[in-house]
């Protein structure tokens, strides 16, 4: 297996950086949000129906009141609930947010998403002026999202609890890489079948999607998608970060140093994050600035990792 601790910064600092589902910024955490953080998902749901009373028009309350419902009827399979305040969160914000989430992937194998799904399309057409030409389309990559991205939040608990050594997160993380195999088949089916999805058929969220499942490939597959992606940043579909991040993760793939420096991985010896190993150290500011990135040392004082680069 690739180390999976790399994998999970690659993988974490997508999060970061493109967030498909609803953020909670730490000062704006209750207690409800504090408890789905650390998976006890019972005692959130009833900390959320608390704050739902307190103040029924509070969005992000009711969105994520709507998401622990979702993952509690994983187990128990009783959506009514969840698909009560679903609807109710997006009436009072409109967004696409709930159809790229992993929360609701527990959701979308109950009878009611497909009629959810299309009721926030419709909204979605209308507030935004019919963005997606091609909707089924657009919905297998939603969906691919979807699932790309979920778990993480598990993983981020057993870290903290057991370790990202443990039988727990190596389980996990053996699910997330069948998962990932299975989305990255269907994704070369969609292609192949459609062509890289463009943002002006089916809407920038999607084409991130096919962008992030495409990125976690492990096998070094994603090559076949650089000239597309290329083109893509070409046209400013995606920003030119994002063909430095997957450039640089095809050579990580293939055990080779990295071209743009976008990758870091934990060095288990000194206990903290380290710029993985690069092809050039004096041309590497020079293929960043082509591509209209920041010198390296600035991007990397942002994950707090100090790089005083090597003169010419």
């Not at 991130?208 to 090559?223: E, F, I, P, R, W």
Request: positive net charge; proline residues 5%.
């Amino acid at each position: 297996m690739k180390p999976s601790v790399f994998f999970l910064i690659v993988c974490l600092s997508f999060i970061c950086n493109y967030a498909i589902s609803q953020p909670v910024a730490p000062n704006h955490r209750n207690k409800a949000d504090s408890l789905m953080n650390e998976g006890n998902v019972p005692e959130a749901i009833s900390e959320f129906k608390k704050l739902y009373k307190l103040n029924p028009k509070d969005k992000r309350v009711v969105y994520n009141y709507a998401c622990a419902l979702s993952i509690d009827n994983s187990v128990i399979k009783q959506f009514d609930s969840c698909f009560k305040y679903l609807n109710i969160a997006i009436e009072l914000d409109t967004s696409i947010t709930a159809l790229t989430d992993p929360d609701f992937l527990p959701a979308r194998e109950d009878r009611k998403w497909a009629a959810f799904e299309n009721r926030l399309i419709s909204m979605l057409n209308v507030k935004y002026n019919n963005p997606y030409k091609d909707i089924e389309y657009a919905k297998e990559l939603w969906r691919l999202g979807a699932t790309d991205q979920a778990y993480f939040n598990e993983i981020g608990i057993v870290g903290r609890k057991l370790g990202m050594r443990s039988s727990v997160a190596s389980a996990i993380w053996k699910l997330k890489f069948m998962i990932q195999k299975n989305s990255q088949k269907e994704l070369e089916q969609l292609v192949a079948a459609k062509g890289w999805p463009k943002v002006n058929e089916v809407g920038k969220e999607a084409a991130m999607c096919a962008y992030l499942v495409a990125m976690h490939t492990n096998d070094g597959s994603q090559k076949k998608y650089l000239p597309m992606i290329w083109q893509s940043c070409e046209k400013g579909e995606l920003p030119w970060q994002r063909y430095a991040n997957i450039y640089d993760r095809c050579l990580f793939n293939d055990n080779k140093p990295q071209k743009y420096g976008t990758h870091t991985r934990f060095n288990e010896m000194t206990k903290s994050e380290e710029l993985y190993p690069l092809e050039d150290e004096t041309k590497v500011d020079g293929w960043r600035k082509e591509l209209g990135l920041e010198p390296l040392a600035d991007y990397l004082a942002k994950l707090n990792i100090k790089y005083q680069p090597k003169q010419k």
